[in-house]
């Protein structure tokens, strides 16, 4: 515990400097975080992901990032196909198979591309992009308390035991109140659609949380990595943050396309 208190004091603030910064050093940020998801996802993989597969995967990131930052979203689907077509060739030359060239789409799609929309939310879509952090944080947060202190019932006792329907039903309570306080402030524009846009969230935000463990219970790791003391890698600081990114930049796509 003691250790955990002491990375969350030293590296907070620079989060939060970052977050605020954002721009040149948002991009490098989510990039080198998407960088080291990679390689935490793919050593979780063991077998199931070569060395040819991480070093692929890395390429595409730089891509992807450099895409994004250059306001250029319509190579993500391209940089999908080429990464199918080159794992597919990797297939019929019997250098890799099947299923690992499937996880290596999907991990491109679940790490790049989720990363990626954090830093597009704070280009594009400035209002929304503090969501992702208040859905995530107040969900995890709360969602923690009111299991602790209520919990009864298991919420998936098989992927993530400790996780109760109480402590679920807590997370999405507060996670609402927080949403619309912040958009009360600052995005008043929203009106009463954030009541089902912050309860969502804060589900997906808790699938994110759960799938997460799920991968980590199927491959028998505790963490994915051990970069930060006391809470682990990337993955596991990150985990309902990439689901809940995707979500809230497509509902802010929605919004701004649709006039919700």
């Known amino acids: 515990m003691k250790t955990r208190i002491i990375s969350a004091i030293v590296l907070l603030p620079l989060l939060i400097f970052i977050l605020i910064k954002g721009g040149y050093y948002l991009a490098i940020f989510t990039f080198f975080c998407a960088l080291i998801g990679i390689n935490e996802f793919c050593n979780a993989l063991k077998e199931y992901s070569s060395k ?19 306001n250029e979203t319509k190579f993500t689907i391209a940089f999908i196909f080429i990464l199918l077509f080159l794992q597919g060739a990797m297939v019929v030359l019997e250098k890799i198979k099947p299923f690992e060239a499937a996880l290596s789409i999907f991990t491109f799609c679940y790490i790049s591309i989720s990363m990626s929309y954090i830093y597009l939310l704070s280009e594009e879509y400035p209002k929304f992009f503090w969501y992702v952090f208040i859905i995530s944080m107040f969900t995890d947060t709360f969602a923690y308390f009111s299991g602790y202190f209520f919990g009864k019932h298991k919420l998936s006792p098989n992927l993530s035991p400790k996780k109760t329907i ?17 958009a009360h402030f600052y995005h008043q524009d929203m009106g009463y659609i954030i009541i089902p846009f912050a309860i969502i969230g804060s589900i997906v935000s808790q699938i994110g949380d759960i799938f997460a463990s799920a991968f980590k219970r199927q491959m028998q790791i505790k963490d994915y990595g051990n ?14 943050i990439i689901f809940t990114a995707s ?14």
């Open 52 to 70: 040819q597969t991480k070093f692929l995967l890395f390429t595409m990131t730089f891509f992807q990032m450099l895409a994004v930052y250059k």
């Open 227 to 240: 970069l930060i003391p006391g809470h682990g890698g990337i993955l596991d600081r990150a985990d309902s």
């Open 166 to 182: 109480e402590g679920a039903i807590g997370g999405i309570v507060f996670c609402l109140l927080a949403c619309y306080l912040y």
């Open 247 to 260: 979500y809230v930049y497509i509902t802010a796509m929605l919004f701004d396309n649709f006039n919700f």
